[in-house]
């Protein structure tokens, strides 16, 4: 089993910063891409960034220039560095991951999964 949990929600004045953190565990052999998406209240889940495990990274066009996706292998930890916060900006974030796993009976999976998300708002 594989958990994503994300952190660093909270209230955020416009154009102030913040950091999100996604961590994964459990029997993990290896993360490849990680991901940012977004859920505004009323609207679709929007994929916001992503980060590969070579550290190439891909933005949404919103978030372009404000946003920075990292990740830290050894630690199976990505982050997504958010500046200039504006009100639309305010969503529940996710993280997703792709991974392959080890289960019990030794063999590799490879699978998706989501983290619980962790919400913020921008707001004055």
């Known amino acids: 089993q594989v958990q994503l949990v994300e952190s660093g929600g909270g209230l955020v004045q416009p154009g102030g910063s913040l950091r999100l953190s996604c961590a994964a565990s459990?029997?993990?052999?290896?993360?490849?891409?990680m991901r940012w998406y977004r859920q505004a209240p009323g609207k679709e889940r929007e994929l916001v960034a992503t980060?590969?495990?070579?550290?190439?990274?891909h933005y949404a066009d919103s978030v372009k220039g404000r946003f920075t996706i990292s990740r830290d292998n050894a630690k199976n930890t990505a982050y997504l560095q958010m500046n200039s916060l504006k009100p639309v900006d305010t969503a529940v974030y996710y993280c997703?991951?792709?991974?392959?796993?080890?289960?019990?009976?030794?063999?590799?999976?490879?699978?998706?999964?989501w983290g619980q998300g962790t919400q913020f708002a921008v707001s004055s």
């Open positions: 980060v590969s495990s070579g550290g190439s990274t």
């Open positions: 997703n991951a792709d991974w392959l796993a080890v289960v019990a009976s030794g063999e590799f999976v490879s699978a998706q999964g």
């Open positions: 459990g029997s993990i052999s290896r993360i490849d891409d």
